[in-house]
């Protein structure tokens, strides 16, 4: 779903996302004189209160001081004191405003083209302001629904909520605790923000869960509360405190089986994973109903089947393991469909994995390689309530893999418009990551991609380079930086970042497909490891994932600047901000940052051109 507006010159398109918005911008060129940035006022559902949105910079003290600003009085990173100089901004509701509760409906957009002369600010003139409304809520249509984490403990927006603390966990032994403890905040934030307040670890949970902590809770709940309702299971990573006690529950009633993968890593003394197995051998009326086992190498999925009566009539799949690293430190994406015949292509693997012990578990999954389910594609096609897609399921024969991936290699490489991804690790031998190499080199399309690997000049990081057309490939993990002021610290990642396995390809285009769920996209793991992977073909579908792409690539690449750029912790002088310019918005003397929209040899004028044309 998307929403156009134009006015006097001015343009804005917004786009739908999972409970956010991808705001877009254009200006007629004979509007760019003395042009210093967009101001960007946000009217929430019921019209209860209206706010600018923050910007992470403001003007330098010149600035400040020429357009009579007094930062006493008010709050210069604010939009209407410190203009949005980009062409594109992802809104997400609860990020920066102090909500306990986040308010959905048709949010009003107001979008004004500011202007700054002799480094005075200009009064906001309404005359220019562009109105766009939209609804803003989790993603949901007809019987699919969308939801990704937050991923944002390295942030501003989280020091602000929480500090640096980083911890998830009160401590690495416990499986199941009360997540209404304290968790913060410690001494040391209240140092960085006096105004932090006390938290739990169910206040950071809700934050940094988002949509997909609510989906999931949300999916098991539904089943504890209906006795004719009971759940199959594929767990990788099994320890979320809530989602491990709620599947005790279930176990105790006879309402679950899991098979949960019993590879190195879940296998040794004292894990999370073993924890789990002693406990629902323990408290499961049937203590057969929990199984171990793994492919030819690991059971990779991440899977809730929910049956009625025996019969499966709705599934969450995706990328998000059910643990806090799945759901509060990685940034991940789960699917639910509330669909019979998507749910029994789900179940008929299952049914083919699971076994009376570990042991007959351990054959047939060592077996499924050779069945048929590996070979199938799961096609739906003109099914009310489901996109246009097809769930194809691993370990497969190398000649089914072979077949596939030159299938998705070719709609890289042909991409009309544009491509973006985020995926967990790129170094893994795949074509299909080759292809997306590529692109971000090639010049030819809008190319925008994250994995998760240490930013530096080694790892292939490619960031916006001024005058080309060249992709922007960032890294989820920055390493050691300091950030100068205004900026606050941060709480460092405790883990990978981006856990994401998706890829979109022309979402601006004719034939807009996303691939996604628990797949790696490597050639190898796909004949070893116990994988789903969708390919969805619906524009508003791969418009969400598109979105949250964007999302995550606009928030890591200057953190990636900083570390490529060597400005390590300790070492960079207190008092010299100004050694990079990005850290104060552009003054009158330096109005032409806007001239890269506007250069056909520009990726950014490809991108202000690209996301504001009509779908």
């Given amino acids: 779903m998307e929403k156009f507006a134009k006015k006097n010159g001015a343009s804005v398109r917004a786009y739908k996302g999972d409970a956010m918005t991808l705001l877009c911008f254009d200006l007629d060129k004979k509007k760019l004189q003395n042009f210093t940035g967009f101001s960007i006022k946000v009217t929430p559902p019921g019209a209860r209160r209206q706010y600018y949105l923050y910007n ?77 409304t939209i609804d803003v809520g ?72 988002w949509q997909a902590r609510v989906a999931l809770i949300n999916f098991l709940n539904e089943i ?19 989602i491990c006690q709620k599947l005790i529950e279930l176990a105790k009633q006879g309402r679950v089986r899991i098979i949960l993968d019993d590879s190195t890593d879940h296998t040794k003394d004292g894990c999370f994973e073993m924890q789990f197995d002693a406990l629902f051998k323990q408290e499961a009326s049937d203590k057969n109903a929990l199984v171990r086992g793994k492919y030819l190498s690991i059971s990779h999925s991440k899977i809730f089947i929910q049956k009625y009566y025996s019969q499966p009539v709705k599934v969450l799949t995706g990328s998000t393991n059910f643990s806090t690293n799945g759901l509060y430190i990685n940034a991940n994406h ?113 190319t925008y991609g994250i994995t998760d690997v240490i930013a530096d000049k080694q790892n292939g990081v490619m960031l916006y380079k001024p005058g080309s057309k060249r992709g922007v490939l ?56 116990g994988d789903n992977l969708l390919e969805i073909r619906d524009r508003n579908a791969v418009t969400v994932f598109a979105i949250e792409a964007i999302r995550l690539i606009d928030h ?4 990636n600047a900083l570390s490529i750029k060597g400005v390590k912790v300790n070492n960079l002088p207190a008092a010299s901000p100004a050694s990079f310019d990005t850290f104060y918005l552009h003054g009158s003397d330096e109005s032409n940052w806007v001239n890269r929209y506007y250069d056909p040899n520009d990726l950014r004028s490809m991108e202000r051109e690209l996301f504001i044309r009509p779908s």
């Fill in 474 to 529: 960032v890294a989820g993990k920055a390493g050691d930086y300091i950030l100068p002021p205004p900026f606050e610290a941060e709480s460092k990642i405790p883990g990978i970042s981006v856990h994401h396995k998706f890829i979109v390809v022309d979402f601006k285009g004719a034939n807009p497909v996303v691939y996604c769920g628990s797949s790696n996209l490597a050639f190898g793991p796909e004949q070893q490891n």
């Fill in 556 to 559: 890591f690449e200057w953190r």
């Fill in 56 to 132: 992470r910079i403001s003007y330098a003290p010149d600035v400040i001081a020429a357009s009579k600003l007094d930062p006493k009085k008010i709050n210069i990173y604010k939009m209407n004191y410190a203009p949005l100089q980009r062409f594109s901004w992802v809104h997400v509701p609860g990020t920066d405003e102090d909500t306990k509760e986040y308010i959905y409906g048709d949010y009003k957009y107001d979008v004004t083209p500011r202007y700054l002369i002799e480094n005075k600010l200009q009064p906001i003139d309404k005359t220019l302001t562009v109105s766009v």
């Fill in 224 to 242: 504890i509360s209906n006795k004719k309702l009971s759940l199959d299971v594929f767990a990788y990573d099994l320890d979320e405190p809530l």
């Fill in 138 to 209: 989790p993603y949901v249509s007809g019987k699919m629904q969308i939801s990704f984490t937050r991923g944002f403990i390295e942030s501003q927006a989280y020091s602000r909520h929480f500090g640096l603390n980083n911890k998830i966990r009160p401590n690495t032994t416990d499986l199941i605790f009360d997540i209404t403890q304290i968790s913060g905040p410690l001494a040391k934030d209240k140092k960085v923000n006096p105004l932090l307040g006390e938290y739990t670890f169910g206040d950071q949970y809700k934050w940094l869960g």
């Fill in 334 to 446: 789960t699917i639910i469909f509330h669909s019979e015949k998507v749910a029994t292509a789900y179940e008929e693997v299952f049914n083919e994995s699971f076994g009376n012990t570990d042991g007959d578990t351990e054959l047939k999954m060592k077996g499924f390689k050779t069945g048929i389910t590996q070979g199938e594609a799961f096609d739906f096609k003109n099914i009310d309530g489901l996109p246009d897609m097809t769930i194809r399921f691993s370990p497969h024969s190398k000649e089914v893999a072979t077949a596939f991936f030159a299938a998705i290699n070719k709609k890289i490489l042909n991409a009309e418009s544009d491509v973006l991804f985020a995926v967990m690790n790129d170094r893994s031998a795949s074509s299909i990551l080759d292809a997306l190499h590529y692109q971000v080199k090639a010049e030819k399309i809008f």
